[in-house]
Each structure stands twice: as structure tokens, then as C-alpha cells.
Antibody, heavy 117, light 107 residues
Framework: QVYLVESGGGVVQPGRSLRLSCAASGFNFRTYGMYWVRQAPGKGLEWVAVIWFDGSKKYYADSVKGRFTISRDNSKNTLYLQMNSLGAEDTAVYYC??????????WGQGTLVTVSS | DIQLTQSPSFLSASVGDRVTITCRASQGISSYLAWFQQKAGKAPKLLIYAASTLQSGVPSRFSGSGSGTEFTLTISSLQPEDFATYYCQQLNSYPITFGQGTRLEIK
């Protein structure tokens, strides 16, 4: 059974940083690309970033490029999202998802990030 | 960036109805399209990938078609558990993008 469990969300002040984690189990984590996707309250889905299975390639949405960094530790079966210079527009539920042939086939339950003073 | 436009944005239908949702891409994306279902407070669920391939475990009343710039998701006979929001997603090129969503509600 594939499990993805996000953590690290919470309330953070504008301009501050936060790191999200996604713990994976039930599959061979080191052989899959992984994604972050977010959803602002009451809004649609927004793709955030992808990291290749070995960490060799990373791509970002324009809205987070230069502020967010996706990374992974294959020895710990964990995906990360380092978020810097946070603004109100980053308030959202953040989901991690597994990439199977590129498609987002399994998702975590999400972690809520609220940027507010 | 590739823009995806779903229509309609809101759909009211009854149990047993056949419904179709359309997703149009701003440029050709071959068949690199997925459809998701999302219920309130839950993570999205992959229904269809590669435009027309049903994900394992998804009921056969769901089907997808299309290629290039126009795609459709069809539910052949709506069931009560199908009332949700549906999103298309393109994976032809980065950044990956989603449609704005179609909210399907009970009439």
C-alpha cells in the first residue's frame, strides 16, 4: 500500500521560511519522480514543482521559482519543499504526489500552510 | 505556459445522467492529459491518464477521449458518489498546468 504523509505546515509570518516534508512508504521511493501541488482555500489545483527520481532534475512553477526548493533524501524515503520569502499568496494546502510515468497517481492528505502576520 | 480551459465550470445533473466535461489546451499536448476527481477536504484522485486510459480501480462509467488540443471526460451514468470537482491536467511540458475545475452538483 502506497502512503504519502505530509508534515511541516502551520502558520508563518510573511517573509519567513518553512520546510515541508513528505514521508513515503509502500513503494520503492528512489525509483519515482515526486511532485508538490498546492491548493489555495476555495481555489483550484496549482502545480508547484517536480524532482526526478535521483534528484538530477528539478522544475518549478513560475510563481515559486527562486523562492522554493524541492529536494529529496532517498535514504530516508522523504521529499522536501523548502519555502522562503513566503507571502499571503502562498497560503494553501500543499500535497505531495508520486510520479508514475509522469502522472500523479498517489497523493498525500495535504498539509496546510497559512501565511499571516 | 500551456493554458487549459474546462467547460462548463459548473454542472448540475441528476443521478443516472450522462455528462461530459471538455478541456481545451492552448497548444497541442498530444495525449499527455490526465483527469482528476476531488471531493471536499480530500486529495485529488487520478481517474484517467494518457487522455483515455482508465486508472486501476476506477469504475468503467468514467471514460476519456481526445488528443492534441481538445479532450473530454464522460461519466456514462452518474452515481451519487460522483458529485465532486473534476480537473484536467497537462503533462506535455513544464510547467505542468491544471484546468480551473468543473464542479458537478446534484440537480
Amino acid at each position: 500500500q502506497v502512503y504519502l504523509v505530509e508534515s511541516g505546515g502551520g502558520v508563518v509570518q510573511p517573509g519567513r521560511s518553512l520546510r515541508l516534508s513528505c514521508a513515503a512508504s509502500g513503494f520503492n521511493f528512489r525509483t519515482y519522480g515526486m511532485y508538490w501541488v498546492r491548493q489555495a482555500p476555495g481555489k483550484g489545483l496549482e502545480w508547484v514543482a517536480v524532482i526526478w527520481f535521483d534528484g538530477s532534475k528539478k522544475y518549478y512553477a513560475d510563481s515559486v521559482k527562486g523562492r522554493f526548493t524541492i529536494s529529496r533524501d532517498n535514504s530516508k524515503n522523504t521529499l522536501y519543499l523548502q519555502m522562503n520569502s513566503l507571502g499571503a499568496e502562498d497560503t494553501a494546502v500543499y500535497y505531495c504526489a508520486r510520479g508514475w510515468s509522469g502522472y500523479h497517481d498517489y497523493w498525500g492528505q495535504g498539509t496546510l500552510v497559512t501565511v499571516s502576520s | 505556459d500551456i493554458q487549459l480551459t474546462q467547460s462548463p465550470s459548473f454542472l448540475s445533473a441528476s443521478v443516472g445522467d450522462r455528462v461530459t466535461i471538455t478541456c481545451r489546451a492552448s497548444q497541442g499536448i498530444s495525449s499527455y492529459l490526465a483527469w482528476f476527481q476531488q471531493k471536499a477536504g480530500k486529495a485529488p484522485k487520478l481517474l484517467i491518464y494518457a487522455a483515455s486510459t482508465l486508472q486501476s480501480g476506477v469504475p468503467s462509467r468514467f471514460s476519456g477521449s481526445g488528443s492534441g488540443t481538445e479532450f473530454t471526460l464522460t461519466i456514462s451514468s452518474l452515481q451519487p458518489e460522483d458529485f465532486a470537482t473534476y480537473y484536467c491536467q497537462q503533462l506535455n511540458s513544464y510547467p505542468i498546468t491544471f484546468g480551473q475545475g468543473t464542479r458537478l452538483e446534484i440537480k
